[in-house]
Each structure stands twice: as structure tokens, then as C-alpha cells.
């Protein structure tokens, strides 16, 4: 499933709002995570995100952070095009495949990660994109598999050394 590419009118300082006839077809399969394109100018960024009903309008939310706001070089009132698709990832958000080497090394740390939420595994996630070079964020899974192991379930303790 994927919808033609439409028009979004940039008009909240974090969130786009989705009409009710674009998102319908991901409503109607509860669908509540989408794969996201946005092109500005000569701007394209993709991302995986949440999407939320709006409780005011009936129509859809999704967040967009000050980053991708940033890399897209859109502010409040412009006019932008936006393609959703159905979230089709095992996470809702890409694997890095640091942590994911990391991960199938240690199978102990692997069967504990895979018993977490689907929230506390893209915040794991999260925090090993946040890093710039693949040896830090090898080195911060590594952290992280440990601190699993040891029981740590904290996102805030999880990437500290012990």
C-alpha cells in the first residue's frame, strides 16, 4: 500500500497534519507507523514516523522534528510534497547495521533486546543512529548488550559504562 504524493502546507511549529482521505486507506489497517518522504526545493529527506489523530480536527499528525526541519530547510507556512507509505521494517525505524552485527554476536543480549517493547527497542535504536562514526556506535552497543545482560532496562543508564 503506498498513496500518491500530495501537498502538506507546513503549519505548526512540530507537527504535519495529514487529511482524513490521504491517511484513510493506513487507518483502516490500523496502521499508527508510516514511512515517510518529504521533498522542499532541492531538499529530500525520508524517515519512519508515528502518526496520531488529531482530536480537534479528525484529520492525522505526525511529528516533525527541528532536525528534519532543519535538513529539509522548511519553515512555518511553506508548501512542501509528502509520500507516505506503510511501514514494511521489523523495528519501525532502519536497523544500523553496527548494532545489528553487534546484536548476532550475542545471542543472549540479542533474546533480551528482542523481548523488549517495540518502544524501548527504537529508542535503542535511536541511540546508536545519534552517533556519528561506525566505531562509536559499535562501541556504544556494545555497552548496551552488557548493560541488558546485567539488567539494566533504564534507556537513560543503558549506553553508560558500568
Given at each position: 500500500?503506498?498513496t500518491?504524493?500530495?501537498?502538506?502546507l507546513?503549519?505548526?511549529v512540530?507537527?504535519?497534519?495529514?487529511?482524513?482521505?490521504?491517511?484513510?486507506p493506513?487507518?483502516?489497517?490500523?496502521?499508527?507507523r508510516?514511512?515517510v518522504k518529504?521533498w522542499f526545493?532541492?531538499h529530500?529527506?525520508?524517515?519512519?514516523a508515528a502518526?496520531?489523530?488529531?482530536k480537534?480536527?479528525?484529520?492525522?499528525?505526525?511529528?516533525?522534528?527541528?532536525?528534519?526541519?532543519?535538513?529539509l530547510?522548511?519553515?512555518?507556512g511553506?508548501?512542501?510534497?509528502?509520500?507516505?507509505?506503510?511501514?514494511?521494517?521489523?523495528?519501525?525505524?532502519?536497523m544500523?547495521?553496527?548494532?545489528e552485527?553487534?546484536?548476532m554476536?550475542?545471542?543472549?543480549?540479542?533474546?533480551?533486546f528482542?523481548?523488549?517493547?517495540?518502544?524501548k527497542k527504537?529508542?535503542?535504536?535511536?541511540?546508536?543512529i545519534?552517533?556519528?562514526k561506525?566505531?562509536?556506535?559499535?562501541?556504544?552497543?556494545?555497552?548496551?548488550?552488557?548493560?541488558?545482560?546485567?539488567?539494566i532496562?533504564?534507556?537513560?543508564?543503558?549506553?553508560?559504562l558500568?
Amino acid at each position: 500500500m503506498k498513496t500518491t504524493k500530495f501537498k502538506i502546507l507546513f503549519i505548526d511549529v512540530f507537527n504535519i497534519f495529514i487529511p482524513n482521505k490521504i491517511f484513510a486507506p493506513f487507518a483502516a489497517k490500523k496502521m499508527n507507523r508510516v514511512k515517510v518522504k518529504i521533498w522542499f526545493q532541492t531538499h529530500k529527506i525520508e524517515f519512519y514516523a508515528a502518526v496520531k489523530k488529531d482530536k480537534n480536527s479528525g484529520d492525522y499528525k505526525m511529528m516533525l522534528s527541528k532536525q528534519k526541519q532543519k535538513a529539509l530547510g522548511v519553515s512555518l507556512g511553506d508548501e512542501f510534497e509528502m509520500q507516505i507509505f506503510e511501514d514494511t521494517s521489523k523495528y519501525g525505524v532502519e536497523m544500523p547495521e553496527e548494532l545489528e552485527a553487534v546484536l548476532m554476536s550475542d545471542y543472549d543480549a540479542y533474546k533480551i533486546f528482542e523481548e523488549l517493547t517495540a518502544g524501548k527497542k527504537r529508542s535503542i535504536i535511536y541511540g546508536i543512529i545519534r552517533y556519528k562514526k561506525s566505531q562509536q556506535k559499535i562501541d556504544k552497543a556494545l555497552v548496551m548488550c552488557e548493560n541488558l545482560k546485567r539488567g539494566i532496562r533504564n534507556p537513560m543508564e543503558l549506553f553508560k559504562l558500568p
